[in-house]
């Protein structure tokens, strides 16, 4: 890819050089969200990784959002970055857009975020304390990093309960499969540890950044509670909420709000977040609404007032970012740090190297797909390992890393021995992609029908009811 020889950034000083690489990655971002041609986005991401080598031949470090040459506060629990400069992913809460054909690499993720790697002793811990097996997205490294999870462990074990906290932010009305991973995985978590959990719905986030009116995204976030409660989620147990709701109704929760708004500077969500001077003021301090419900002061009517409930997000690794600034400010407003834990994205049928968009009907299956829709995109569209003419695929075998029909079933088929043997027959051939598209398209479909069925089930009344700031049932 680059090489990495910069040819140096003359008299630039490193803070100059600094904000010329935010500007870079803002325009990156710009033009992706324009839609502007490949060459044009490939130029500019490759603009910025060669500044990325200047800025580390320049400082001695690797650049890092968030990280300013001469205030590096937020981003101080951040391990060293990855030090090669080919192929570097680019993660951040609105790109994703990975080098290789295998997608993002999550292990040099794992460096440049400083979390740390679920490994086999935290999955027996979690086996020991839940009493369960792990969740396939466990123990398939679909949630693959972690922050203080052990934590959240010892306190559990000495019968000192957590929340859990995830959220979405409803753009549209149309959610795809990748979109449940969060919840699927929350839902278990829900059920095995038998505790509260609060869904926060970013309608203001979606108002900020999308051109969308207050009204649509309002309606988004109930029609898509409507499509999480169909996971399976104890009404007893669960508090959904809307942003441009909640915010307003609750005394307590914008007073954190603001305590956060204090402690982070416009600078530090620049190097975190890319905003640049002409990005509105609204995203400029929506971080500190995303981090808010990571405290359970948050929610006095279910924690009671108590400040010290630790809390456990479940999400996918594009929204580290907000909760590396929350946990950079949580000790100075005398606030416990969230755990988290990160799951890897769900490729789009094109192939892994990005994630699936909700704007492009063609990269996803939805939830509102019929089963021949969701046979139909798979056969045109899902991106295969395969050789091109069975008599070489009989012969050399198809290549699991990357093809995507596989991919998914990774993510749905539940049962380890079926996997491990469609692996071994793609692998050595004897499986074609017709195959094991089948396989794929006779899981889904199913999936999707009774996902839809569970939908039918929910009405205005119970989402009404998911959405009341009330107690929660649990045990401490
Ligand atoms: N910003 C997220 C999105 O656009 C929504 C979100 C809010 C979220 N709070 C969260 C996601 C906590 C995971 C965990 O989808």
Known sequence: MTDCQGDGEGTMSPMELFEKLNAQGEKVRSLKSAKAEKAEIDAAVQLLLKLKVDYKQMTGQDYK?????????????NGPAADDCDGEDLVDPWNVSASSTKGVDYDKLIVRFGSSKIDKELLERIEKVSGQRAHHFLRRGIFFSHRDMHQILDAYEKHKSFYLYTGRGPSSEAMHVGHLIPFIFTKWLQDVFDIPLVVQMTDDEKYLWKDLTLEECHRFTVENAKD???????????????DLDYMGASPQFYRNVVKVQKHVTFNQVKGIFGFTDSDCIGKISFPAIQAAPSFSSSFPQIFGGKKDVPCLIPCAIDQDPYFRMTRDVAPRIGLLKPALLHSTFFPALQGAQTKMSASDPNSSIFLTDTPKQIKNKINKHAFSGGKDTVEEHRKYGGNTEVDVSFLYLTFFLEDDEKLEKIKEDYTSGALLTGELKKILIETLQPMIAQHQERRKQVTDEMVQQFMTPRPLNYKF
Request: aromatic share 10%; with cysteine; proline share 7%.
């Open 65 to 77: 959002a968030g990280c300013p040459p001469s205030e590096n506060l937020i981003v101080s629990n």
């Open 228 to 242: 999480i409660i169909a996971c399976g989620f104890d009404v007893n147990k669960t508090f959904i909420f809307s």
